[in-house]
């Protein structure tokens, strides 16, 4: 009994000891740093919170549950089942991305990973990890997201046959204009030599075009006219 009583208070003193490194470094880093003891359920952050997201800095323990009133409420099951799935299943890491209360009521985009920690029975006993602001990153995929759709919509509706093609003269997009011009579906002309829509005359003078184009500045054709049979 005695022997095993000293083996569990120098566990816990090991784990303060590892805790209390790991809070000291979490102090330098511009992330939110975080840490939950399971043996006493208590939560922990740094003061990243303050300068990050505008609450008050509180670097105090506490139980759980701001931070999952801060969760986003379309997010919080998601995440906190995988919080359990990675302790049930004994990951050795969990990361989830999910959006983040501010102060001011708006919400941040956050990436949030932690390392499962384990005692040398396998029972789970602290998970710590650090907070990551995303908001710029996820707006910027957004915006080009937007961007790449409205251009794909100009693509699709135009009334001119469009093609594009690569630096090999392989077709990589073609507008529903150009299958109706053409005759063939998109299907049939994706990754195709541009040259199966020009006459045979023209389909050698292309392809020294686009390897000159591929390996010199040269001027560029704008307007030409030429007569290709659909």
């Given at each position: 009994?005695?022997?095993n009583?000293?083996?569990?208070?120098?566990?816990?003193?090991?784990?303060r000891?590892?805790?209390?490194?790991?809070r000291?470094?979490?102090?330098?880093?511009?992330?939110?740093a975080?840490?939950r003891?399971?043996?006493?359920n208590?939560?922990?952050?740094?003061d990243?919170?303050?300068?990050?997201?505008?609450?008050?800095?509180?670097?105090?323990?506490?139980?759980?549950?701001?931070?999952?009133?801060?969760?986003?409420?379309?997010?919080?099951?998601?995440?906190?089942n995988?919080i359990?799935v990675?302790?049930d299943?004994?990951?050795?890491?969990?990361?989830?991305?999910?959006?983040?209360?501010?102060?001011?009521?708006?919400?941040?985009?956050?990436?949030?990973?932690?390392?499962?920690?384990?005692?040398?029975?396998?029972k789970?006993?602290?998970?710590v990890g650090?907070?990551s602001?995303?908001?710029?990153?996820?707006?910027?995929?957004?915006?080009?997201?937007?961007?790449?759709?409205?251009?794909?919509?100009?693509?699709?509706?135009?009334?001119?046959?469009?093609?594009?093609?690569?630096s090999g003269?392989?077709?990589?997009?073609?507008?529903?204009?150009?299958?109706k011009?053409f005759?063939?579906?998109?299907?049939?002309l994706?990754?195709?030599?541009?040259?199966?829509l020009?006459?045979p005359?023209?389909r050698k003078?292309?392809d020294?075009y686009?390897?000159?184009h591929?390996?010199?500045v040269?001027?560029?054709?704008?307007?030409?006219?030429?007569?290709?049979?659909?």
């Open positions: 009994y005695f022997q009583n000293n083996e569990r208070h120098e566990a816990e003193a090991a784990l000891i590892s805790e209390s490194r790991f000291t470094i979490a102090h330098a880093t511009t992330d939110v975080w840490e003891n399971l043996l006493t208590k939560f922990w952050m740094s990243g919170p303050g300068s990050q997201f505008g609450h008050e800095s509180d670097a105090s323990e506490s139980d759980m549950q701001p931070w999952i009133d801060r969760i986003h409420p379309d997010d919080r099951n998601s995440v906190l995988g359990r990675a302790i299943k004994k990951s050795e890491l969990w990361e989830d991305e999910y959006r983040y209360q501010r102060n001011d009521g708006s919400y941040a985009y956050v990436t949030d990973r932690g390392a499962v920690l384990r005692n040398e029975s396998g789970t006993v602290c998970m650090g907070m602001d995303v908001t710029e990153r996820r707006l910027h995929e957004e915006r080009l997201r937007d961007s790449e759709e409205y251009l794909r919509a100009i693509h699709d509706t135009a009334l001119e046959g469009m093609i594009c093609i690569d003269g392989l077709i990589i997009s073609a507008n529903l204009a150009a299958e011009i005759g063939f579906a998109r299907d049939e994706l990754g195709r030599k541009i040259g199966m020009m006459p005359a023209d003078w292309h020294d686009v390897a000159e591929g390996t010199t040269i001027e560029r054709y704008r307007g030409k006219r030429r007569e290709i049979a659909g």
